[in-house]
């Protein structure tokens, strides 16, 4: 007892330097670990700087949210058990490198594909953009009515309004007649509906299960980590995939608050990559391995003899802080370096990183028109404060920034030239290219770069390009509030 009441009195009497000694010592710890394990030199500075200046707390913020373990436990699960059974299937062996009588230009960019993202690039595909909510949900429900054997959806928002009830109903009869339903919601994005959506389908018998729980004393670590892909497959025969979630907003025609977007419908053989990334989401949040519908190739060639814009070359590309990371920022830069006549982006978010935004302003030094546009306000007013900050940086070397005048645009797209697309779910910012997990399709083909290009240049005839004009007539205290929140851009 004594020696408890001296031990005491001690620390009473030190405890300023007890708490000196223990945050130097956890600061020096954590700034170790950020220089061995951080890559990009800007937010490891960051992060050191928040370690040093916050006692304790910095640190105890980096070892909660700056460390990737997502990565480590991918390693871990998959290779042991899906990436051998997956490799054993026909349909997922990469097979040796073909052009399908693509530009010449194009060919270093397929054999560099192929470096960054060892997924084989397929021909055959139909790949239809459905604008809005107006056309895509009706195709959607419509899919799902007609399933015989299996369904899986994916979706990061999943409202519980009377569109998302639609869904649920329709989920629920396809369960109810005997097919198979998988519906995965991403632990943050389900809270949005309160929970009602997963609840419904629960209770109904439709099987769910959620990506990264956000309330888990597990899973507190990984709550800036989101699964932001929007996936439909059903029984192995058409797909969607895009920006799109289920939200009564992108029914433009009844929304008080609507919001542009534009999803795809896709059939052909890439339709077996899309399920294979669910499967792999299905698998990591569930450690259940599903057994999905083939692409039934015959069947698709009976199809093709009644249709004509079979001609996509497409493949997937998925990325996120796992084992597939920077997958998509090395798949635009590489495109990017192709690129000989035009560069379109749409997007409702552009915060480029350095590497990126570089790529850009080397395409427009080589005479490549690049074209941006975004929304004159999105849903996040310190993304609108940070993308305004980075203006004046944007339109150097002739690239130009146009602001679409409608409510909230959150389309994204890419088009360089004639031919190559790209379309899902990536946003232009850091939330999308280092945390979350997304899924896009790189398209060759110049009959969808073409409606694409249309659908561009009409959003562009509603919006208002950004001159140097409007940069200098910003007040001083907005420029000041914009690049202040600028400095937080790897994190917003």
Same mark, same amino acid.
């Given at each position: 007892?004594?020696?408890?009441?001296?031990?005491?009195?001690?620390?009473?009497?030190?405890?300023?330097?007890? +708490?000196?000694?223990?945050?130097?010592?956890?600061?020096?710890?954590?700034?170790?670990?950020?220089?061995?394990?951080?890559?990009?030199?800007?937010?490891?500075?960051?992060?050191?700087?928040?370690?040093?200046?916050?006692?304790?707390?910095?640190?105890?913020?980096?070892?909660?949210?700056?460390?990737?373990?997502?990565?480590?436990?991918?390693?871990?699960?998959?290779?042991?058990?899906? #990436?051998?059974?997956?490799?054993?299937?026909?349909?997922?062996?990469?097979?040796?490198? !073909?052009?399908?009588?693509?530009?010449?230009?194009?060919?270093?960019?397929?054999?560099? $594909?192929?470096?960054?993202?060892?997924?084989?690039?397929?021909? =055959?595909?139909?790949?239809?953009? /459905?604008?809005?909510?107006?056309?895509?949900?009706?195709?959607? @429900?419509?899919?799902?009515?007609?399933?015989?054997?299996?369904?899986?959806?994916?979706?990061?928002?999943?409202?519980?309004?009377?569109?998302?009830?639609?869904?649920? !109903?329709?989920?629920?009869?396809?369960?109810?007649?005997?097919?198979? %339903?998988?519906?995965?919601?991403?632990?943050?994005?389900?809270?949005?509906?309160?929970?009602?959506?997963?609840?419904? /389908?629960?209770?109904?018998?439709?099987?769910?299960?959620?990506?990264?729980?956000? +309330?888990?004393?597990?899973?507190?670590?990984?709550?800036?980590?989101?699964?932001?892909? #929007?996936?439909?497959?059903?029984?192995?025969?058409?797909?969607?995939? $895009? $920006?799109?979630?289920?939200?009564?907003?992108?029914?433009?025609?009844?929304?008080?608050?609507?919001?542009?977007?534009?999803?795809?419908?896709?059939?052909?053989?890439?339709?077996?990559?899309?399920?294979?990334?669910?499967?792999?989401?299905?698998?990591?949040?569930?450690?259940? /391995?599903?057994?999905?519908?083939?692409?039934?190739? #015959?069947?698709?060639?009976?199809?093709?003899?009644?249709?004509?814009? =079979?001609? %996509?070359?497409?493949?997937?590309?998925?990325?996120?802080?796992?084992?597939?990371?920077?997958?998509?920022?090395?798949?635009?830069?590489?495109?990017?370096?192709?690129?000989?006549?035009?560069?379109?982006?749409?997007?409702?978010?552009?915060?480029?990183?350095?590497?990126?935004?570089?790529?850009?302003?080397?395409?427009?030094?080589?005479?490549?028109?690049?074209?941006?546009?975004?929304?004159?306000?999105?849903? +996040? /007013?310190?993304?609108?404060?940070?993308?305004?900050?980075?203006?004046?940086?944007?339109? !150097?070397?002739? @690239?130009?920034?146009?602001?679409?005048?409608?409510?909230?645009?959150?389309?994204?797209?890419?088009?360089?030239?004639? +031919?190559?697309?790209?379309?899902?779910?990536?946003?232009?910012?850091?939330?999308?290219?280092?945390?979350?997990?997304?899924? =896009?399709?790189?398209?060759?083909?110049?009959?969808?770069?073409?409606?694409?290009?249309?659908?561009? =240049?009409?959003?562009?005839?509603?919006?208002?390009?950004?001159?140097?004009?409007?940069?200098? $007539?910003?007040?001083?205290?907005?420029?000041?509030?914009?690049?202040?929140?600028?400095?937080?851009?790897?994190?917003?």
């Amino acid at each position: 007892m004594q020696i408890f009441t001296a031990l005491l009195e001690w620390i009473i009497i030190h405890w300023v330097t007890i +708490i000196v000694i223990f945050h130097i010592s956890l600061s020096l710890l954590t700034s170790v670990h950020v220089l061995l394990f951080k890559e990009n030199e800007r937010t490891s500075l960051a992060w050191i700087g928040l370690v040093v200046f916050s006692p304790v707390v910095g640190s105890l913020f980096y070892w909660l949210f700056g460390i990737n373990r997502i990565k480590r436990s991918a390693q871990k699960k998959h290779p042991k058990t899906l #990436k051998q059974k997956l490799k054993q299937d026909a349909r997922h062996k990469v097979r040796p490198i !073909e052009f399908h009588r693509l530009p010449n230009n194009w060919h270093s960019a397929v054999i560099a $594909g192929h470096t960054i993202h060892p997924m084989n690039y397929l021909a =055959n595909n139909s790949i239809a953009p /459905l604008i809005n909510g107006d056309m895509a949900y009706p195709e959607m @429900i419509q899919s799902i009515n007609s399933a015989k054997r299996y369904i899986v959806l994916s979706s990061y928002i999943f409202d519980y309004d009377s569109l998302g009830r639609q869904f649920v !109903e329709a989920l629920a009869q396809a369960h109810n007649r005997g097919v198979i %339903v998988n519906v995965l919601l991403d632990g943050i994005g389900v809270g949005y509906s309160w929970h009602k959506s997963d609840r419904a /389908l629960k209770k109904l018998g439709v099987k769910t299960a959620r990506f990264l729980p956000a +309330i888990s004393l597990t899973s507190i670590r990984f709550i800036n980590l989101r699964n932001h892909r #929007k996936i439909l497959c059903v029984d192995g025969e058409v797909a969607y995939i $895009g $920006g799109m979630n289920v939200s009564q907003n992108n029914i433009i025609k009844s929304s008080k608050h609507p919001i542009d977007d534009v999803h795809f419908k896709v059939t052909g053989p890439v339709i077996d990559q899309i399920s294979q990334v669910f499967i792999e989401d299905w698998f990591f949040a569930t450690h259940e /391995l599903i057994k999905f519908p083939q692409y039934n190739v #015959k069947k698709s060639q009976s199809a093709a003899k009644h249709t004509s814009n =079979n001609t %996509v070359i497409s493949r997937v590309i998925q990325d996120g802080p796992d084992e597939h990371h920077n997958r998509i920022r090395w798949t635009l830069i590489n495109a990017l370096v192709s690129a000989q006549k035009s560069v379109k982006i749409m997007t409702p978010y552009f915060i480029p990183d350095q590497t990126l935004m570089t790529s850009l302003h080397a395409a427009a030094l080589r005479g490549v028109s690049v074209e941006i546009i975004v929304p004159e306000y999105s849903n +996040i /007013l310190f993304v609108d404060w940070v993308m305004a900050a980075n203006y004046s940086r944007i339109i !150097e070397h002739g @690239i130009k920034i146009y602001k679409n005048n409608r409510p909230f645009d959150h389309s994204k797209i890419v088009l360089i030239d004639d +031919i190559w697309s790209f379309i899902g779910s990536s946003n232009w910012d850091a939330r999308s290219l280092e945390f979350n997990f997304e899924i =896009n399709l790189e398209c060759f083909d110049t009959e969808l770069n073409t409606k694409l290009t249309e659908l561009f =240049n009409s959003k562009k005839q509603n919006a208002t390009p950004v001159t140097e004009g409007d940069i200098k $007539g910003v007040a001083t205290y907005k420029k000041i509030r914009n690049n202040f929140f600028r400095l937080f851009s790897p994190y917003l």
